[in-house]
């Protein structure tokens, strides 16, 4: 474990805002030396765990105590015929991982390519893309409650993972992930409930569709609406798609006609995007924070642009958004 002290995290996020760390500090090895030496120097719950920083806005100049994940270590734990259980520690890059099992034969999480971010923080936020979700293929997760100072083994379900949502979402920054495991399958089963990947593997047989060719594909689809975080800074989706029941939907289909929903068990998921490209913000800026103009869920850095300036940006999309459709968005981003 290392500590450094008066670190700048401009390059630790992908919105590229500066902001200090006071103290970070670097858990670098799962070893029952490293995790007593973590509860010596971290009496407290840290200020904030960081992951890559592409799901945080940094709004405060400086933050006490960060504390980061950066081991690599990643194992088979188990296999048979049809399974593999693949165990990696929560410092891994989760893209690199997704091309790592690839190569290797093992399939599952293809859908989830080039998604930024680390393994940690695909449990904490149930990551999701074109149709697959962490939760469909995480197996248990090791975490260590820096509140009662245990190590805990969780299964999936005790996880009670949700929409970009889990447990350790409701506790910020008290549980710390160790290493995730996921199980997945030793043959490939291309996952294409997700319309662009239907339309694109159309005249397709599965038995002909390779996990490299799809991967190479969402990476494609990724690209053609995102920015790039080396490119310009954002945290991806900014707001959640609002989920709202069967009665409000028909009630803004009345006053909305081509308001679009997709069922969900009771409810209806209504694409946040429809309703914010609808307030007119797409493509939009305010101070040196903007709306991306092929993807209106994105907020962007302009460049140099603060924390602050990109939370009055959201908030005035919510208000406008909540004047309209009587709907409150919520951040997928985190604000610290
Ligand atoms: C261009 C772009 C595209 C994106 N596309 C998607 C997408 O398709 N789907 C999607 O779901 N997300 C997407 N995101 C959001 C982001 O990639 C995910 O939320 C990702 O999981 C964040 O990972 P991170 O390591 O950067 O976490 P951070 O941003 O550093 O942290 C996110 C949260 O996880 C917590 N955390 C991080 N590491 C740990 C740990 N070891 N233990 C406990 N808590 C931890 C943090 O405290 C924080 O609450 C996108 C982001 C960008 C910039």
């Known amino acids: 474990m290392r500590i450094e002290h008066d670190v700048s995290l401009r390059q630790k996020n992908t919105f590229g805002i500066e902001a200090k760390a006071e103290s970070l500090v670097l858990f670098e090895q799962n070893t029952d030396a490293e995790i007593e030496s973590l509860f010596q120097q971290v009496q407290h719950i840290p200020t904030l765990i960081l992951g890559g ?24 734990a188990k296999r048979d015929d049809n399974t593999v259980l693949v165990t990696a520690d929560a410092g891994w890059d989760m893209d690199c991982l997704v091309q790592h099992c690839i190569s290797n034969g093992w399939y599952g999480l293809e859908n989830l390519s080039a998604i930024p971010g680390t393994v940690g923080a695909s449990v904490v936020q149930n990551v999701g893309a074109y149709g697959v979700e962490a939760k469909d293929v995480v197996h248990s997760v090791d975490v260590v409650d820096l509140q009662c100072r245990e190590v805990l083994h969780m299964t999936n379900a005790e996880c009670q993972f949700g929409y970009r949502d889990s447990l350790f979402k409701h506790f910020p920054n008290r549980f710390f992930v160790l290493r995730v495991a996921f199980l997945l399958s030793t043959h490939f089963h291309p996952c294409l409930d997700y319309k662009a990947l239907q339309t694109r593997f159309e005249r397709r047989e599965n038995s002909s569709i390779s996990a490299t060719e799809m991967r190479s594909e969402i990476c494609n689809l990724r690209w053609s609406k995102l920015p790039r975080p ?49 307030c007119g913000w797409k493509g939009r800026s305010m101070g040196r924070a903007a709306v991306w103009p092929k993807q209106p869920l994105v907020i962007y850095n302009t460049g140099n642009c603060s924390g602050k300036e990109v939370r009055a940006l959201a908030e005035s999309i919510q208000q406008d958004v909540f004047n309209t459709f009587g709907i409150a968005l919520q951040t997928e981003a985190m604000f610290v």
């Open 53 to 76: 920083g592409s799901n945080v806005v940094f709004t405060s100049a400086t933050i006490p105590l960060v504390l980061q994940h950066s081991g690599q270590k990643i194992e088979v």
């Open 230 to 278: 080396e490119e310009n800074g954002s945290a991806g989706s900014f707001f959640k798609n609002p989920v709202i029941s069967k009665a409000d939907f028909v009630a803004l289909g009345s006053r909305f006609a081509n308001i679009p929903g997709h069922e969900v068990d009771t409810m209806v998921k209504v694409p946040a995007a429809w309703l914010i490209e609808y």
